[in-house]
């Protein structure tokens, strides 16, 4: 066998390797968009959800969804240090974290029932966009 004709097969031994693992790669990708929580979409979907009877404003709501968000994120002294499952659509933890946030800078403006309102809003809104899944096993974090 001459060397060029080895040189060659070396060649397109080592391209259909290459083109396998891309091909492999392709195959592990998603096809879709990831998911993606965007403010504004779910302040719409959340205000659109409470009906015109409600008293709270889109305002009102994208404030409780980001008093929520910085919850979630950890800032509290109770949840900075461990890991606890998080409940969609508000823990009374969070409920009353956010009405003491929101009370603190611009004094009572909504009752905790409105805020657990716009939080089961917000987990229909994530169902919407597909970002939850089957709920966690209760599982001993201490």
């Given at each position: ?48 959800g409470l009906g015109?009877d409600s008293p709270?404003t889109a305002d ?83």
């Amino acid at each position: 066998m001459s060397p060029l004709v080895l040189g060659a097969l070396l060649v397109a031994v080592l391209l259909g390797m290459a083109a396998a693992m891309v091909w492999q790669e392709a195959v592990k990708r998603p096809v879709s968009e990831p998911l993606t929580y965007v403010l504004e979409e779910a302040v719409r979907f959340v205000h659109n959800g409470l009906g015109p009877d409600s008293p709270l404003t889109a305002d009102d709501v994208r404030r409780i969804l980001e008093w929520e968000v910085i919850y979630l994120q950890g800032v509290t002294p109770s949840r900075r240090d461990s890991l606890q499952p998080v409940r969609v659509g508000g823990s009374d933890d969070a409920v009353q974290f956010i009405s003491r946030q929101i009370t603190r800078r611009s004094g009572p403006r909504y009752g905790e029932g409105a805020i657990r309102a716009v939080l089961e809003g917000e987990a229909e809104y994530l169902v919407s966009i597909g970002a939850l899944g089957a709920p966690a096993e209760e599982v001993d974090l201490g």
